[in-house]
């Protein structure tokens, strides 16, 4: 409980912190102005693009389950799963999604369904790389960083490559925990050994090739989905759209969402799109009003349609799942207290 308030109070602090920095960095008055005039008419290409890219998340789900949920199913529980880790902090949705799996017809195992989301996690943590490094290597920065964008991306499929390889190798990969435990003392006191095998357990779709190579697939069209909204979004606000821009601002938004913050990630989502386009000269694009407001007015937006997409298609899911929140909470109950005596 200590825990939790701690990092609660930690996100009332960095959000506003990062609201502070927003308003310091724009003239209310331009901001307005630059809301007022935007063309909305982009929002709808837009979502239809975001529906879609949700789709195949549930697409990649139902591979990761080895079609242990029907399409149906499968999209209306993360729509569910999104639209309460908004509103909750913590991640509270993903117990949420467990917990939902488990009233399907046959039930989809806690286990089974708990270990997935590690293997989505590391599937986008590498698309969101790969991101980066084309924003990095494409984008009007130095040379160092350009070069740094060269390396990443290859290190990190690299290194996603290796743990996928561990997960195959499980004796060897327990063997060399095992002697590596004997000669640092420290990880015995941090249960280490419990921490890889479920993180092992989680990759274990993953050793399967054509597992790994849907999986992959999904994840790729789901994040170039994702990239092409953004894309056309920027018209909204600016004469010109540019992708290594999209690339950057769309990675700098999913890492602020692993920032602690009040529930919506209010606060540090725009503040780390606003920095993400000064970074890439976004005022070259030419900004339909007054280049930070207008950066700012975008972050505003971008972040207003993801939370209507999440929050309509969420709705959708409840009603679809036919579970109320009352009984959702007392499954997410439920699925915690399980967790917890398996860990």
């Known amino acids: 409980m200590i825990k939790r308030w701690r990092i609660g109070l930690l996100g009332v602090v960095v959000t506003a ?43 990649r789900w139902q591979v990761l389950l080895s079609g242990g949920l029907p399409l149906k199913r499968a999209f209306s529980i993360l729509n569910v799963t999104y639209l309460v880790n908004g509103l909750l902090p ?10 939902l799996a488990t009233r399907s017809e046959p039930p989809v195992a806690v286990f089974k369904s708990v270990s997935t989301i590690i293997t989505e996690r590391l599937l986008d943590l590498l698309a969101v790389i790969v991101l980066l490094t084309l924003a990095l290597s494409a984008g009007p920065l130095p040379d160092q960083l350009r070069a740094f964008g060269l390396v990443t991306g290859p290190i990190a499929l690299v290194g996603f490559l290796v743990l996928v390889l561990l997960a195959k190798q499980r004796q060897r990969s327990e063997r060399l925990l095992a002697w590596l435990m004997e000669r640092i003392p420290a990880l015995r006191r941090l249960n280490v050994m419990a921490f890889a095998a479920h993180f092992l357990d989680g990759l274990a779709p993953l050793t399967r090739l054509s597992t790994l190579a849907q999986a992959l697939g999904w994840t790729v069209l789901s994040w170039a989905l994702s990239v092409a909204a ?21 990675a700098a938004a999913a890492f602020a969402v692993a920032v602690p913050a009040v529930p ?41 349609v993801n939370v209507a997409v999440y929050a309509v298609t969420g709705i959708i899911g409840f009603i679809q799942e036919g579970v109320s929140l009352a009984q959702l909470s007392r499954g997410v109950q439920d699925i915690r207290h399980h967790t917890r005596q398996e860990m």
């Open 90 to 99: 913590l991640r509270i949705g993903e117990l949420a999604r467990a917990y």
């Open 17 to 59: 912190l990062a609201i502070y920095f927003l308003l310091s960095q724009v003239d209310v008055t331009r901001l307005a102005s630059a809301l007022t005039t935007a063309r909305y008419i982009y929002l709808l290409p837009c979502i239809v693009l975001l529906v879609a890219g949700l789709v195949t998340r549930a697409l």
């Open 230 to 250: 953004g894309y056309v979004l920027m018209f909204a606000f600016y004469e010109r759209a540019d992708w290594a821009v999209t690339f950057m601002y769309i």
């Open 264 to 304: 919506g990630n209010v606060g540090p989502y725009e503040a780390a799109i606003v920095l993400a386009l000064s970074t890439m000269d976004a005022h070259l694009l030419q900004p339909l009003g007054e280049a930070s407001a207008t950066a700012a007015a975008f972050a505003l937006v971008v972040h207003g």
